[in-house]
């Protein structure tokens, strides 16, 4: 809380937030449910800005919820709630599902409205043990605003160590948006799909080299596809000398080739 004095008059500011998760762990009682983790979570964060107060108006030491008797200048809220479930079917197979419930809100001079918005996620590890690690995850979020705005992500990984030197993933990532407005959608997409090699020279040392194909597709305009070869470079010289570099170029029909390109020298003692 900060006050700020005028001759007569002062101002507060509130930033106040709590957090209070609960995890249960049904394996702990007994072996046989050892397979599911669960954990809840609620929290609040506000922020006030109070103008015009009388001098002699002292705050409450212990503040749990919004001022209202005061005149309120700007205030933000937030309310979440969140729930979430680990299972692990298998030694090598881990699955999560989880719920987020918020409502929150802006305004000038009054206590704002809240809007809702939930988001669900789900995600799946899988690590066979000749085949690499496979990852996926799903998130969807939605936001009951004007529009309605609902945006969805999917992402996939492999994973793979050959050896102790080298190492490759290939991902994918795709994105859409979608804007409802009264009598009409609008929706943007976007997928991303790459790979990544990595070289190990030593323990401190490695080369890494990239390629990445981004596509948009925004409403009304046509489809664009950008190609972004790169790699980098992590050398110790000597035991506390470390030189880094990067190059990423960035490929798109019809507009000129950018390139980024970045060198350090660094010290560790």
């Known amino acids: 809380m900060n006050l700020y004095y005028h001759a007569t008059l002062k101002d507060i500011e ?4 709590f957090y209070n998760s609960l995890s249960i762990a049904p394996g702990r009682w007994h072996k046989i449910f050892s397979i599911i983790n669960i954990s809840l979570g609620l929290g609040q964060n506000t922020k006030q800005y109070l103008d015009g107060i009388d001098y002699a108006y002292e705050p409450p030491i212990v503040i749990a919820k919004p001022l209202r008797d005061c005149s309120i200048s700007s205030m ?6 969140t729930g979430a479930i680990q299972l692990l079917p298998l030694a090598n197979l881990t699955l999560w599902f989880k719920e987020t419930f918020n409502t929150s809100g802006y305004a000038l001079y009054y206590e704002p409205d809240l809007n809702p918005s939930y988001t669900e996620e789900i995600r799946v590890e899988y690590e066979p043990k000749t085949y690499g690690f496979f990852r996926t ?6 936001y009951y605003t004007f529009p309605k705005n609902t945006v969805q992500i999917l992402y996939l990984e492999w994973h793979k160590s050959w050896t102790h ?3 490759t993933k290939l991902y994918t ?4 948006e979608t804007n409802v407005y009264s009598v ?3 929706g943007n997409s976007e997928i991303k799909y790459g790979g990544q090699t990595l070289f190990r020279l030593s323990a401190k040392s490695f080369v890494s080299m990239g390629f990445s194909i981004n596509q948009t597709k925004n409403h009304g305009q046509a489809i664009r596809n950008i190609y972004s070869p790169g790699g980098s470079l992590n050398f110790n010289l000597i035991r506390v000398l470390y030189i880094t570099g990067s ?4 490929i798109e029909s019809g507009r000129p080739t950018s390139h980024t390109l970045s060198c350090r020298l660094s010290g560790q003692l």
């Open 165 to 167: 030197l080298f190492t």
């Open 247 to 250: 190059y990423e170029a960035s």
């Open 76 to 81: 933000s809220n937030s309310n979440n709630l």
């Open 14 to 17: 509130l930033d106040y937030y």
């Open 184 to 186: 009409q959608s609008v």
């Open 173 to 176: 990532n795709y994105k859409k």
């Open 137 to 142: 995850n799903w998130v969807q979020k939605r």
